[in-house]
């Protein structure tokens, strides 16, 4: 996996390489209400940026839906101990009317 990761990283680097020095003819997009024009390497960053807060906005949501499982988690726990509590005192209290009834004849 390491491996993979490295080339994908070399590819990468290699790609914003090109795009700087190879990247000067203009282009034109067209947006619908207005057209970009700029450098092949200008539109290769814009597009490598818009990646970038795809990525960040993916791992945004992982974090999420980590946090929120283990709250969750947390809550079950909760009130798994909140019931043995529950349990105990309910015990301890039936415990206790037992042993004054038990001192009272």
């Given at each position: 996996?390491?491996?993979?990761?490295?080339?994908?990283?070399?590819?990468?680097?290699?790609?914003?390489?090109?795009a700087l020095f190879g990247g000067s003819d203009n282009t034109t997009i067209d947006l619908?209400?207005?057209?970009?024009?700029?450098?092949?390497?200008?539109?290769?960053?814009?597009?490598?940026?818009?990646?970038?807060?795809?990525?960040?906005?993916?791992?945004?949501?992982?974090?999420?839906?980590?946090?929120?499982?283990?709250?969750?988690?947390?809550?079950?726990?909760?009130?798994?101990?909140?019931?043995?509590?529950?349990?105990?005192?309910?015990?301890?209290?039936?415990?206790?009317?037992?042993?004054?009834?038990?001192?009272?004849?």
């Amino acid at each position: 996996m390491f491996v993979a990761a490295l080339i994908v990283l070399i590819i990468a680097v290699l790609l914003v390489i090109a795009a700087l020095f190879g990247g000067s003819d203009n282009t034109t997009i067209d947006l619908g209400a207005f057209n970009l024009e700029a450098d092949a390497a200008v539109v290769f960053f814009l597009g490598m940026g818009t990646l970038l807060l795809f990525v960040m906005s993916l791992g945004m949501f992982r974090s999420a839906a980590k946090r929120a499982s283990a709250r969750r988690a947390d809550r079950k726990k909760v009130s798994e101990l909140s019931t043995k509590l529950d349990e105990y005192k309910r015990d301890e209290r039936d415990n206790n009317d037992d042993l004054d009834r038990n001192d009272n004849r």
